[in-house]
């Protein structure tokens, strides 16, 4: 029933105002160096010196030696596509040999070729494929994840991807936090009469899911060539009046308004954002909105467009950093290879890059108040790493620092 964890070089609690941090904020993790803590029921009940823990210990605690470590909350990777059938490792062969990722797109390959796969596999298969991804999330020290549907693009098969997640969050350990994609792209079978697919998204699809309780979120890919920004305020207008939270890819590829309609729906977050303007930041910060930033997709890309993190962070937005996990742009679970990529190519210091892949992203799926930190009464989702200085873990990259990793208070 209690869990002690004692030894540990820094314990790094993000603990603070109770609501995402912005600009100095991000840089004060409240550590505690040396440090304990004690978990009691799944949930924390206090960090402190060794000292003071230790008076807490009784007969019945278990207690865990973390060895001089360091102690983080979980990673709340806040936007993961994680399940799909297949691969697109012929696609990446292409694109390394000169193809780009809308060349593939365009030639019925990219967002579609999963698309094909995906619906031709069984819930089973998707579940089974998922499991495997979800060992590696956790290996990596991620303890929730938000997961996206967006592969099957009819209603069955939108409905078959988000039963999927409900099942893996029920059948492993990782939290997944569901969001309705069926905006991701529009099926071949509808390229001659779009505006029938947004009134299925809309009219049917919506509707459906809202009612099933499937998704908590929507989210719409809006970009040159997939979603308009009119179509994108349909959507997202029509999710919001059955209760679901507004998220929405925007000027991933291009600088097509994404972002000025994120801040004019108020949506939760606008994710990618790497051709954002000046302007669409003022928009963001007026709005509230929090920018979920994905350099994993544009270093898988081969490309060097980041986003404009460190501008978005001095304008006083609630930055938050995800893996993006996914078949085509961006295949990687790891939390750690994101903060690596956060501190070198968006001179995010590695303090405000760990607040990004925590205690924000845990505010942006509206789990603030339960995960993201390690505060009393939070949810004892914790790993310990195997350093003993947190700038570590974006410094030696390409290392799998995660040591053991705790969810809800049980080593998984
Ligand atoms: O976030 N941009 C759209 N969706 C994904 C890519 C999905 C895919 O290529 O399968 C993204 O990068
Ligand atoms: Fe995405």
Redesign the pocket.
């Known amino acids: 029933m209690t869990l002690a964890i004692v030894n540990c070089a820094q314990v790094v609690t993000l603990a603070g105002p109770a609501r995402p941090r912005v600009r100095p904020e991000m840089r004060e993790l409240g550590i505690v160096a040396p440090g304990a803590l004690l978990i009691r029921d799944g949930l924390i009940e206090r960090v402190a010196s060794a000292q003071e823990i230790q008076k807490l210990i009784d007969r019945d605690c278990e207690v865990v030696d973390a060895g001089g470590r360091i102690v983080l909350p979980g990673f709340v990777d806040a936007h993961t596509?994680p399940v799909f059938a297949g691969t697109r490792v012929d696609e990446f062969e292409q694109r390394i040999k000169g193809a780009t990722y809308q060349e593939i797109a365009a030639r019925g390959g990219?967002?579609q070729s999963?698309v094909n796969q995906t619906r031709a596999a069984s819930l089973d298969e998707l579940v089974a494929a998922g499991k495997r991804y979800a060992a590696w999330f956790l290996r990596g020290g991620t303890t929730t994840i938000e997961a996206k549907s967006g592969y099957g693009l009819s209603l069955e098969d939108e409905v078959k991807m988000l039963r999927a997640i409900r099942r893996l969050d029920q059948e492993t350990p990782l939290r997944y936090v569901p969001t309705f994609l069926g905006a991701?792209s529009v099926p071949p079978e509808y390229r001659a009469r779009r505006s029938e697919y947004v009134s299925l998204l809309v009219d049917e699809m919506l509707p459906q899911i809202a009612q099933q309780k499937l998704a908590e979120f929507c989210d719409v890919?809006c970009e040159q060539n997939v979603f308009t920004t009119d179509e994108a305020w349909q959507i997202l207008s029509a999710a919001r009046c059955h209760g679901l939270g507004l998220r929405i890819?925007a000027d991933?590829l291009s600088l097509g308004g994404g972002a000025k309609l994120a801040a004019e729906l108020e949506t939760i977050t606008a994710d990618?954002l790497e051709h954002t303007d000046a302007e669409g930041i003022a928009a963001l910060k007026t709005a509230g909105v929090q920018p979920v930033l994905?350099p994993g997709?544009v270093y898988a890309l081969g490309s060097s467009h980041y986003p404009a993190a460190r501008q978005m962070i001095d304008a006083g937005l609630a930055v938050v950093l995800a893996t993006?996990f996914?078949?085509?742009?961006?295949p990687t679970p790891s939390m750690l290879t994101i903060l690596s990529l956060a501190a070198t190519q968006m001179k995010l210091t590695p303090a405000e890059a760990i607040t990004a892949a925590t205690i924000n992203a845990a505010y942006s799926l509206k789990r603030g108040d339960q995960l993201g930190s390690l505060e009393p009464g939070k949810v004892a989702d914790l790993v310990i790493h195997d350093t003993g200085d947190y700038r570590e873990l974006a410094y030696f990259f390409g290392v799998n620092h995660a040591w053991q990793v705790y969810a809800g208070g049980k080593r998984i």
């Open positions: 596509h990219g967002i999963t991701h890919f890819h991933q990618h994905l997709s993006d996914n078949p085509g742009s961006s």
